[in-house]
């Protein structure tokens, strides 16, 4: 069974950068793409962006350039945050699919495995 467990989080002022990473352990996890969500409070979950098996990179429509997801060889990834904004506040979840296909990345039931999530707290 994969096990993903998130680290990173904390508090940030806004302006500033995180960068948040995901350890995956429990099996082979190299096939598996990545993927990282985000979860207001009161707020469905939404997509922050996805990196292949191969390594390529997916983002939601709305993506401003200030998040870069990666990834190593082990499928630990990797989610780089910068210039932060008060609205970046949320619970940052990392997932693992069995399904490399860009549609299905960018949902929530695209996705295999979930970790339990770090919190971020950009404030003003």
């Known amino acids: 069974q994969v096990q993903l467990v998130e680290s990173g989080g904390g508090l940030v002022q806004a302006g500033g950068s995180l960068r948040l990473s995901c350890t995956a352990s429990?099996?082979?996890?190299?096939?598996?793409?990545m993927g990282w969500f985000r979860q207001a409070p009161g707020k469905e979950r939404a997509f922050v962006g996805a990196?292949?098996?191969?390594?390529?990179t997916y983002y939601p429509d709305s993506h401003e350039g200030r998040f870069t997801i990666s990834r190593d060889f082990t499928s630990n990834s990797y989610l780089h945050m910068t210039s932060l904004k008060p609205e970046d506040t949320a619970v940052y979840f990392c997932?693992?699919?069995?399904?490399?296909?860009?549609?299905?990345?960018?949902?929530?039931?695209?996705?295999?495995?979930w970790g339990k999530g770090t919190l971020v707290t950009v404030s003003s």
């Open positions: 990196v292949s098996s191969s390594g390529r």
């Open positions: 429990g099996g082979t996890t190299g096939h598996l793409a």
């Open positions: 997932a693992a699919s069995r399904n490399d296909g860009v549609l299905v990345l960018r949902l929530p039931s695209g996705y295999n495995y």
